[in-house]
């Protein structure tokens, strides 16, 4: 089944018209010598079997965990309008809005999109979107290397450490030094933050809540920087952003993140939405469609893509980015759900994330050898330190079907025993109370198991 | 047709004697072929630069062009006026539309760029 | 159509949320908290399904009717793909279980589903080894070029150049640039509409890293020098990458692999008809040849003995992480979705038919519009309005004259190298009826530029919007809506 419409006869047809007999000489202009050394594909098969294929695999992962897996992406109650409206054929069939005429709708959508952004970071102007939250964060730092024509750039620990990685490996090759600069009880270490940053930065990344779920204000960090003049990017999660400072409110010059939590399921690990707003400043030289709002040749309001000469089909190798196609129809999803959750909705998500995760850690601090870090408030993910490997007691709740949280030894050195565990609104008190018990339970039966083996690990 | 008061460079500036001082902006084929311009970013006050580096960025709806130094010096001077009406250089491209002013670091580099006459032959 | 906060009624609620089951927390100090809630909608659950479908009417898409927009293959997108990738066993997949140890045998449908997406990729291909992560077709470009200069690196080669044709996309010149390269233009050969063999041997040196190449190129022309090129790239140890933006048409009948390509990447919605969604998500995953397979980023999936799916994190000499996991996955189960439904033999037939519709078009429109390469093309033709731009009718105005007709117009104005370029791209799904009524709109649209010239102006009418005030735009930036 190859979606080919043309009958065999029609076929005939239009290679007539094109003054050859058969379709290969068409392809004459490829050599014989570079000729497919092999093309052994399966064959097509119907719909039904394809299905079926595809639901085979699918049921092989699906296991009905509860998931208290964060980690920088959430699982989020997503409105069944948002599944229908997204599913539009005018929507989804649609490219990259370069006839604004016949793409108001994805225009429209977009320039509401980018205020939904604005409104719920405090800041001037958003793009059309990024890939993900960590391609955003190196597209802001690519903004702030050109705008400062600085070359150094600080990292707090507290950033998500996958979008730190992937931050390093896009600039391997270039001249950029990092600093990263470590957390103080899991929160942002000001004092060494205040010391990294010399005349030479163009920017301090920094994450709120940060990727052990600490809440912060960093306004005087902020300052700090300016002072400096470093500007500063924030990496925000944009539900708690319902209930927390915004970062257009402390000065924050970048704000980014990750949208997945905005109507998008978690698909192993993918399309998510990268973020990124601005202030007018800067609105310039920010990468990535930008959608305005104009008038038509009778007055009527219109939509256009606008800024566009700074963009890679205009400007080539000076382009702020590369970015061509980017993540519309999850903005475009993150826009119907904040629609329809809407402002006093999306106060309550945060509210009941909250809530629930200090539940979550009310009970765990009745478990014998569980340690919940309470130095710092959090929004809805925190971390416990347990009292062996976290990776191991993971994969004995996951056997209980539970998905417990992120066991952090692979990305915080002498973490091992630490679980980073997150609280949606879709947990209940009841699947709260079982994770408790159940990590109770593996626990003492840990105990059991390593006594047998007299290896006892100091709590 | 150019002016035959200042003298031009291949990659489409104007440079005007002013003094000890050079004007700088761009030439009115460039404007022409740039259409209506959005936006200019103007360099920062005290860049130094060497003749041919970027100085700027023009930036029309259909394309942006970098404003290149037709000789060395600091930038001494910017048309502020530009960051809110762009449309100054397609309006009057000779006095109201330039860029920037700089103190030239070789007083006589000038006199090496080409006359109206020789540029225009070029566009 | 009233923008969405124009809409909002102060204390109206659309989604109903779970009750609060635990004690109310205030945890959090008051200094981290926002004073005043975020304006965001205050709307029912219908304003909205009222809002999105009156701005969906306001959209074009491939649903909605022909759009031979070149360079973009706007093919049909297949339903059963939304419905494989919506099963909940992929939808609600949390991405960082298979870091949970016994987790990753949760995960084996999925890292299976990757692990074959990958195997096929490398046979339609001819490469060596697949990553799956790049998350469009120029994050796959910014890939490839990481790997490139990791390659360099590693043999302790100082490259800073990368060869690019004049003809190419805009991604190339500038996913080159922010890897840290110089790009240097390749002219391309005004007769035969080819890379310039003998401009390209000048300008290859041994501080080339790379030559970017698009085959067929953006004028939909194959480049059959390909051999020539790779030969003259490896004699400098520079590497050879193929932009796959057009490989849809030329499935079972040019593998760049085995023409010695080292690095490229395809991207799924033209090949595997994953949809565009009006300005992405799309994937661009990246396959190599054998040199470049440790370079590959991480993770990569491998099989075990028996038969279980792993990913594997220990590659010393890997460029890292591009994406947070694994790519847009969700994109990728659709391609893979749509490559089991065509098989071997309809991939052929994508491309055959997909290049045959081209040249149907292209012989049919040559006689009234200017043809500056007349020769056979792939999948797509570009036409130019420079006759017509004589009497003041542009590409421009054609496009618009076509909106009124119904139709999405052709890429303008791309590739630079042509005036007035008309890039008519329409894909293996439309059938002759459509081509043919397509044909004659463009016939009558040259006729209309002969008589009435003055009118395209107006045009459109039968659009929503007629020709927005792009200057405005962008001097005014109205970007965001303020109350």
């Known amino acids: 089944m190859s979606f080919v419409a043309n009958t065999p006869a029609q076929r005939e047809e239009m290679l007539r018209a094109c003054g050859v007999s058969s379709v290969d000489e068409l392809f004459a202009d490829i050599p014989a010598s570079v000729a497919p050394k092999s093309f052994r594909l399966p064959p097509g098969a119907s719909e039904h079997e394809v299905l079926t294929y595809f639901q085979q695999l699918a049921e092989r992962n699906y296991a009905q965990l509860t998931v208290f897996l964060g980690g920088g992406v959430y699982d989020h109650f997503i409105p069944s309008a948002v599944d229908a409206l997204a599913s539009r054929g005018e929507f989804f069939t649609a490219y990259t809005p370069y006839q604004p005429e016949l793409s108001q709708g994805t225009l429209q959508a977009i320039y509401e999109y980018q205020t939904h952004i604005c409104r719920l970071t405090g800041m001037d102007a958003a793009n059309a979107s990024m890939y993900d939250g960590g391609t955003a964060i190196y597209e802001a730092c690519q903004m702030a290397l050109h705008t400062t024509r600085r070359s150094r750039i600080v990292v707090d620990e507290g950033v998500n450490p996958v979008y730190r990685k992937m931050l390093y490996s896009y600039t391997a090759n270039l001249d950029i030094d990092f600093t990263e600069v470590p957390t103080s009880h899991g929160a942002c270490h000001r004092e060494l933050i205040e010391q990294t940053v010399g005349d030479d930065v163009a920017a301090v990344i920094l994450q709120n809540p940060n990727f052990f779920g600490v809440v912060d204000n960093h306004e005087d960090v902020v300052a700090r920087c300016h002072e400096r003049g470093s500007l500063v990017i924030q990496s925000v999660y944009p539900v708690a952003m319902a209930l927390l400072k915004p970062p257009g409110e402390i000065g924050v010059d970048i704000a980014v993140g990750e949208g997945q939590s905005l109507g998008n399921p978690l698909a192993f690990g993918g399309p998510y939405l990268g973020f990124m707003a601005t202030n007018r400043k800067l609105v310039r030289k920010m990468p990535g469609r930008i959608v305005g709002r104009t008038l038509d040749r009778e007055g009527r309001e219109a939509f256009v893509l606008t800024l566009q000469a700074r963009e890679q089909h205009i400007r080539r190798e000076k382009a702020t980015s590369n970015i061509c196609t980017n993540e519309a129809l999850c903005a475009l999803r993150a826009h119907m759900y904040l629609s329809l959750v809407g402002k006093e909705g999306m106060r309550e998500v945060a509210q009941l994330c909250h809530a629930k995760a200090e539940y979550a850690k009310s009970r765990f601090k009745t478990i014998p050898g569980v340690r919940v870090m309470e130095t710092n408030p959090t929004f809805n993910e925190f971390t416990v330190r347990l009292p062996a490997d976290a990776g191991v007691i993971a994969g004995r709740l996951v056997e209980r079907g539970i998905a417990p949280g992120l066991p952090l030894g692979r990305y915080y050195q002498g973490m091992e025993n630490y679980l980073l565990v997150a609280v949606t609104e879709k947990r209940t008190k009841a699947e709260i109370g079982n994770f408790a018990e159940v990590l109770e339970e593996v626990l003492a039966h840990y105990w059991d198991f390593e006594e047998e083996h007299s290896e006892r690990i100091e709590v | ?123 | 159509m009233s923008v969405v906060f124009e809409r909002s009624v102060p204390g109206r609620r659309g989604v109903r949320l779970p009750g609060c089951d635990v004690p109310l927390a205030e945890a959090i100090p008051e200094k981290c908290l926002r004073e005043r809630s975020a304006e965001l909608c205050e709307l029912s659950e219908l304003d909205v399904v009222r809002h999105f479908t009156g701005l969906s009417r306001l959209n074009f898409g491939v649903d909605t009717g022909f759009y031979p927009l070149g360079s973009c293959t706007m093919k049909y997108n297949p339903r059963v793909s939304e419905r494989i990738a919506g099963l909940a066993g992929f939808s609600q997949l949390h991405p960082f279980l298979p870091q949970l140890r016994s987790g990753g045998m949760l995960t084996q449908g999925a890292l299976q589903l990757l692990y074959e997406l990958e195997h096929v990729l490398c046979e339609i291909t001819g490469m060596e080894a697949f990553t799956l992560q790049p998350l469009a077709g120029a994050h796959g470009e910014l890939t490839g070029m990481m790997l490139i200069a990791a390659y360099h690196r590693d043999k302790g080669n100082r490259r800073q150049t990368v060869l690019i044709p004049d003809e190419a996309h805009g991604t190339n010149p500038s996913s080159a640039a922010i890897t840290g390269y110089r790009t240097v233009p390749v002219p391309t050969d005004t007769t035969s509409g080819r890379l310039d063999l003998e401009a390209l041997e000048a300008l290859i040196d041994d501080e080339t890293a790379a030559i970017m190449l698009t085959n067929p190129n953006t004028l939909g022309i194959f480049n059959s020098d390909i051999e020539r090129v790779v030969e003259l790239a490896h004699a400098r140890d520079a590497l050879v990458y193929y932009d796959g933006a057009n490989l849809n048409a030329i499935l079972g009948k040019f593998r760049p692999g085995d023409a010695g390509i080292d690095v490229m990447h395809v991207n799924v919605h033209k090949t595997c008809a994953t949809p565009h969604g009006g300005g992405g998500p799309g994937a661009g995953p990246v396959g190599v040849r054998k040199h470049l397979v440790p370079f590959l980023p991480i993770s990569r999936i491998q099989k075990r003995q028996d038969n279980s799916y792993m990913l594997d994190y220990d590659q010393p000499k890997s460029i890292g992480y591009v994406a947070p996991f694994y790519g847009n996955f969700s994109i990728l189960v659709r391609a893979y979705a749509y490559i089991k439904l065509l098989g071997g033999e309809g991939l052929v037939e994508v491309s055959e038919n997909a290049v045959l519709n081209a040249n149907y078009v292209m012989q049919a429109l040559k006689e009234r519009y200017a043809l500056p390469y007349d020769r056979t093309c792939m999948h797509e033709c570009v036409l130019s309005a420079s006759r017509q731009a004589e009497k003041g009718v542009h590409a421009i105005d054609i496009a618009k004259a076509l909106i009124d007709r119904g139709y999405h117009p052709p890429t303008v104005y791309f590739p630079l190298i042509v005036k007035e370029a008309m890039m008519i791209e329409p894909t293996e799904t439309e059938s002759k009826e459509t081509l043919d009524a397509f044909i004659s709109a463009m016939l009558e649209i040259a006729d209309e530029a002969e008589q009435n010239p003055d009118a395209f102006a107006q045009l459109p009418k039968n659009a929503p919007v007629c020709r927005p005030d792009e200057v405005k735009a962008a001097r005014d930036m109205d970007v965001c809506y303020d109350i």
């Open chain 2, 1 to 123: 047709m150019s002016q035959d008061d200042r003298k031009y460079a291949t990659s489409h500036e104007w440079a005007k004697q002013d003094g000890d001082l050079i004007v700088v902006g761009i030439s009115d084929h460039a404007q022409q072929e740039l259409g209506d311009i959005t936006f200019v970013e103007l360099p920062p006050m005290g860049q130094v630069v060497e003749a041919g580096d970027e100085c700027g960025v023009i930036e029309s709806v259909k394309a942006a062009t970098d404003l290149y130094a037709p000789v060395g010096g600091e930038v001494v001077a910017v048309n502020e006026a530009l960051e809110v009406s762009p449309e100054l250089i397609n309006q009057d491209v000779w006095e109201a539309g330039w860029v920037l002013k700089l103190k030239p670091s070789n007083p006589g580099d000038i006199d090496a760029l080409m006359s109206a006459a020789d540029y225009d032959a070029t566009v």
